[in-house]
């Protein structure tokens, strides 16, 4: 370990906020030993309650989260927020100068908010988020928030990454069942249907309830059509929330091994409903805890991390420290004039790799 | 090459539509001898038109690419629609009743539709839908038609591996702002104001034609949020459509060189502006063809794949011909006690493949 990492690691466990960012910096640029780093504070992730919160973009994610971080705060808790949102005010993608309010959690320590919009994705995307995350939670704040916009697979891996995942809503005729169709059911542990003050909430909200419902009673009927993420965890998942519910039947209500995904109703730019929402965070951390699923949870995660990992050394092994760069780049005239197909320049630095290994590199 | 495949093949250049549907479930499913397959038909791909028709959940995509292919049949060609959009009613995710009506269209061997939503990544779901679209081009189809809801990493890479790019919008209060946030204004050639029955359906379209003209003139100011994509290459999109737009000012209409895009109305759903929709397809496809622009992106997209399709093989070497997975669970009960961490793992099973391949693998 090089000096200037140690420094940063003892600074990161004292506690110092500017540790943090230069750390987060150092992981979502790639930078040399940005691994070893993550390694090195592995041993203190793990307490953060990670919270996922997705939705369709306009929905209010950032409002209400700028809502639940006051919230939050008001308990004594600090709160780390990652923003995955390319149309989060967040992350500065406002354009037409409809950025959010930040008052009252701007300036406060208690609150680290940071953007993930505006990176490539030298490590995947997903990863990276993750691994923002975790430096968050070792750092020691008490709720890691991550924000996505719930379309799209590295969105929908980057919800499923949560211990509790909120799905939010507007009472839009129709956002239900869009909501559905995009696989936003499967990942809900609770629902939120913000701007409540507009006529249509409460049917919306009825509307959700006849939904969950409908899919309870028929859960090993369809996996959704995700891509890109474990389908057999997703069966297994919903199986559990299908028997919980199914024992909340049995039983008249939902017993300790179930989970009955609530649907709340926010008005978040009045902040109100606000304190229900932590209420249902608070009781779904619980019920993660009480039943085995936050340890199944995590220990499913860090074997998705290693192979993360792996990919993403692969990658750049193969286009930095390796010939394969340098291999396409010769192959270029036979691929423009099509006398070589990319499936046979791929080929061959597939095999460079072989001799490569083979000298010893 | 196995007879099963030179078959296979006989019958695709024959023209068999059942070959087509064999070819892509063998590439979808990455079955061993598919990368053999798509670079015997590779010679025969870069004919079709690719058309990419992305935009939010509910638009009316699937309606829309319905009419289109019925305009495009009526000219006598024949079209390949490649469905992404996992909310699309194209590929089953339709669950309370609003499945598409597919009269006109089903039955008619002229129009071939795939949808990938229900898979898995077995190949990365960017690139097996690119393989796809090249199967159907090689068939012979010419327009590949590929439908992604347009939002998130993947599919913004799959709608910028279109010739011509089409943002699908409704004529709803702030949709193109969510647009321009989500960054669709970088990859749309074309603009569709769909359900433009509707009254508010001029007003949007020109909002959309506002936002756009503001964004031609400060395109340099600031390169959008892609996640995965490559932002050099966006930028230089961006420069020559706003180098053109600038020369269109100049000399009082836009130049051969300029590509102005524009914004359509149409309802979909009773064949309003779809001809005018076909019509700037037609368009765009000539200024492609008579600008470099057509080679440079196909010879941008060739080294796509090749990085594509060696990432691919990495992927496959290390998880299902290497140790990798059987070094990932013997170190299991470590993990999860917590005695090693993920990337100390993940570095084991990178060192492995150096020396498998020193053994000469």
Not at 237 to 260: L, M, N, T
């Amino acid at each position: 370990m090089k000096s200037g990492e140690r420094e940063l690691l003892e600074a990161f466990a004292a506690g110092e906020a500017r540790a943090l960012a230069r750390a987060i910096s150092w992981v979502e640029n790639a930078r040399p030993g940005f691994e070893r780093l993550l390694s090195a504070v592995h041993d203190r992730v793990g307490r953060a309650h990670r919270i996922g919160i997705t939705g369709p973009p306009g929905a209010g994610k950032s409002t209400l989260i700028h809502a639940l971080a006051g919230a939050v705060r008001r308990n004594g808790e600090r709160v780390g927020v990652v923003a995955v949102d390319p149309t989060s005010p967040f992350t500065g993608g406002a354009l037409l100068g409809d950025r959010i309010r930040m008052t009252g959690a701007a300036g406060d320590d208690g609150v680290f908010i940071r953007s993930m919009a505006s990176r490539g994705s030298l490590g995947g995307l997903a990863t990276t988020t993750r691994e923002v995350a975790d430096l968050m939670d070792a750092f020691g704040f008490e709720r890691v928030v991550v924000e996505t916009v719930g379309v799209g697979q590295s969105e929908l891996e980057i919800a499923e990454a949560a211990d509790t995942t909120v799905v939010v809503l507007t009472p839009e005729s129709g956002d239900s069942v869009q909501a559905m169709k995009a696989g936003l059911m499967e990942i809900a542990d609770i629902f939120v249907v913000n701007k409540a003050d507009r006529p249509e909430a409460s049917r919306a909200a009825a509307e959700l309830k006849t939904i969950l419902r409908i899919r309870e009673g028929r859960a090993f009927e369809r996996i959704p059509a995700h891509h890109g993420i474990d389908l057999t965890e997703l069966a297994r998942r919903r199986a559990s929330k299908a028997a919980a519910a199914k024992d909340a039947v049995d039983i008249g209500a939902a017993g300790p091994a179930g989970w009955e995904i609530p649907v709340l109703l926010t008005t978040a730019q009045e902040g109100k409903g606000v304190a229900e929402l932590l209420n249902a965070l608070d009781g779904h951390q619980r019920w993660l805890k009480e039943t085995s699923e936050l340890t199944r949870r995590r220990r499913q995660r860090l074997l998705e991390r290693v192979r993360a990992v792996v990919e993403r050394g692969l990658r750049t092994r193969v286009w930095d420290e390796m010939s394969g760069e340098a291999i396409l780049e010769a192959a270029r005239p036979e691929l423009e004039s099509g006398s070589r197909t990319p499936y046979d320049v791929a080929n061959e630095i597939l095999n460079s790799l072989r001799t490569d290994g083979a000298r010893g590199r």
